[in-house]
């Protein structure tokens, strides 16, 4: 009686032990693979990249509003958060639609999506 409840104790510590080893690959579901030029999504998008505060450099694509009454390089922009699975060009429909809108688009993948350096964390 007493080898079982330790075999089931053994085998429960391990289960445990490799979930919460492997939980990042659990939670965070990135498409790691790189996106296609930005161009090629949406017409008139532009690559860019930006720093981190430790020393990374993550890519995204700036998507300009459609022209307007407004002034050029003025006006309200949104900022698309990545979701959870996927990368960048997921989003493509919606940076389009709120470019028609009369809005800049910045859009980005977080560490370790689309090609970006790092690992995802919180």
């Not at 965070?28 to 017409?43: D, E």
């Not at 698309?80 to 639609?97: K, T």
């Not at 910045?106 to 090609?115: C, S």
Request: proline residues 9%.
């Amino acid at each position: 009686m007493a080898q079982a409840v330790l075999a089931a104790v053994v085998v429960l510590l391990a289960a445990v032990g490799l979930l919460w080893s492997q939980q990042r690959r659990l939670i965070y579901l990135p498409a790691p693979r790189a996106v296609p030029p930005a161009a090629t999504v949406l017409p008139g998008a532009e690559e860019v990249s930006f720093p981190t505060e430790d020393g990374l450099r993550l890519d995204g694509w700036f998507v300009p509003a459609a022209a307007t009454s407004r002034e050029k390089g003025r006006g309200p922009a949104v900022l698309v958060c990545n979701g959870n699975g996927g990368n960048r060009s997921l989003r493509a429909p919606l940076a389009a639609a709120l470019a028609r809108a009369g809005l800049a688009v910045l859009l980005f993948d977080y560490r370790g999506y689309a090609a970006n350096p790092g690992r995802p964390t919180e």
